[in-house]
T-cell receptor, first 115, second 109 residues
Framework: GAVVSQHPSRVICKSGTSVKIECRSL??????MFWYRQFPKQSLMLMAT?????????EQGVEKDKFLINHASLTLSTLTVTSAHPEDSSFYIC???????????FGQGTRLTVV | GQNIDQPTEMTATEGAIVQINCTYQ??????LFWYQQHAGEAPTFLSY??LDGLEEKGRFSSFLSRSKGYSYLLLKELQMKDSASYLC??????????WGAGTKLIIKP
């Protein structure tokens, strides 16, 4: 299947700083990317859906000014957690799909710890 | 290496029962998830198992055997809307999600 690479896999940052997470589709063009957050022993929670060249659509309760999503190309989307706080510590995972392929392929996830 | 295996595709009849199997080999284990994904949509959570045994939730049940590295998702009273892909995912010792490729379930009338 298609490969989605997410980087970094783990990051520790200080409270108040910003962290950028990259999601790349390696062998296909990802028109749509999904960003999820997952707390321990809980299900994935969809944060936002981004389409290439358009503004991301955020789920209810997700602060768009805090979680900046950029999907500037067909192979790269980034999620920036701005002014991170300990409560933002979580597991973030992206998935990607094309218009012609209805399956979404997932990245490996990023474990964010804010100290 | 880490690996999740599940069948690529299964076909079942409306009203019947189907079992989707998942076997895993991971560095550590912190739980197994089943997700449902309809074509063109984001996956939705179905179940989570961390202890051995059967978890029942309506028409869907999920079973786990950690010693065997094995899980299955059981769907009863199949409906046409159950046609979807079913994803098995395991959380390893580092809480990294290891995903299976998914099983495409086709329901026929």
């Amino acid at each position: 299947g298609a490969v989605v690479s997410q980087h970094p896999s783990r990051v520790i940052c200080k409270s108040g700083t910003s962290v950028k997470i990259e999601c790349r589709s390696l062998d296909f063009q990802a028109t749509t990317m999904f960003w999820y957050r997952q707390f321990p022993k809980q299900s994935l929670m969809l944060m936002a859906t981004s389409n290439e060249g358009s503004k991301a659509t955020y789920e209810q309760g997700v602060e768009k000014d805090k979680f900046l999503i950029n999907h500037a190309s067909l192979t790269l989307s980034t999620l920036t957690v701005t002014s991170a706080h300990p409560e933002d510590s979580s597991f973030y995972i992206c998935s990607a799909r094309t218009t012609s392929d209805t399956e979404a392929f997932f990245g490996q996830g990023t474990r964010l710890t804010v100290v | 290496g880490q690996n999740i295996d599940q069948p690529t595709e299964m076909t079942a009849t409306e009203g019947a029962i189907v079992q989707i199997n998942c076997t895993y080999q991971t560095s550590g284990f912190n739980g197994l998830f089943w997700y449902q994904q309809h074509a063109g949509e984001a996956p939705t959570f179905l179940s989570y198992n961390v202890l051995d045994g059967l978890e029942e939730k309506g028409r869907f049940s999920s079973f786990l055997s950690r010693s065997k590295g094995y899980s299955y998702l059981l769907l009863k009273e199949l409906q046409m809307k159950d046609s979807a892909s079913y994803l098995c995912a395991v959380t390893d010792s580092n809480y990294q999600l290891i995903w299976g490729a998914g099983t495409k379930l086709i329901i026929k009338p």
